[in-house]
């Protein structure tokens, strides 16, 4: 069955979307509990992860082309999530940002978004959205071309 057929025939049924084998998020934030416990969500929901605690290797990992979502603190000690941003316009990757923050104010979340951010979660009070957003940034970044890496060993296959 093809991806285009699945999806049609889940959204027909009401059911929610399935994460495709071989989608890959990188997460791009210091280690702390608000992370972690980010990064436990969406390993039961069965997205495969990567985590880089600084934006330089965040930037580094990200321009690999393997990872359709990048999970991000809005700053880190070694730059800002304006540089992820920088990473996928310079070459050309379709992968998509959300941003996962505590101190957002709402001027700083639309600025965000017009500066292309697919979303913005409050860390505090939005851990549930964070499936859904990263699953919406998921399918965003698919309809872009940023499919899974058919080169690329698949975790899970590895496992």
Known sequence: MSLATQTQEEIRSGSPLKIPDGARILMVCEDNHD?????TILR???FISEWAKSM?????????GQFQVVV????LKDGSWRRLSEVA??????????LW???FDLREW??????GAFDVLDAM????MAVEATKGALWAAYLKGAGPNPGAASPRKAA
Not at 35 to 39: Q, S, V
Not at 72 to 75: E, H, K, Y
């Open 44 to 46: 039961e929901e069965g």
């Open 35 to 39: 992370t972690e416990r980010l990064r």
């Open 110 to 115: 639309a600025v965000a978004l017009e500066e």
């Open 56 to 64: 330089t290797a965040g930037c580094e990992a990200a321009k690999s």
């Open 101 to 103: 923050t505590r101190n």
């Open 125 to 128: 009070c939005e851990q549930p």
């Open 72 to 75: 991000s603190t809005p700053l």
């Open 89 to 98: 316009n310079h070459y050309d990757l379709g992968f998509e940002i959300v």
